[in-house]
């Protein structure tokens, strides 16, 4: 059986995803297809709730609050440079 590389150390659940992949090799088309939309959905789900997260975290007082700080910071000193400067775009 083939080992998934999602970097999972917990054998259990790679073992659980194992499981889960062979029934899903089980699925009629349709079944299939059901299932993806239904993974859709749900990643469309966390993507909002994630979403939701960030914006809270970088209100006034959130979580981000000292690492915006440091970053407007460091803007207002030009201690910044140019992302071209950073990243080789060649």
């Known amino acids: 059986m083939q080992r998934f590389k999602g970097g999972c150390e917990n054998e259990e659940m790679t073992n ?4 889960i992949s062979e029934h899903v ?5 349709s079944e299939r297809e059901e299932l993806l939309s ?4 749900f ?3 966390q993507a909002d709730s994630w979403e939701a997260e960030i914006t809270r975290d970088t209100q006034p007082g959130g979580r981000m609050q000292r690492v915006l700080d440091r970053v407007r ?18």
């Open 16 to 19: 659980r995803v194992e499981q």
């Open 25 to 29: 090799k089980s699925l009629s088309v």
């Open 38 to 41: 239904w993974l859709a959905e």
């Open 43 to 45: 990643e469309l789900s």
């Open 73 to 90: 910071r460091d803007i207002a000193e030009k201690r910044t440079m140019l992302l071209d400067q950073v990243i080789d775009n060649e």
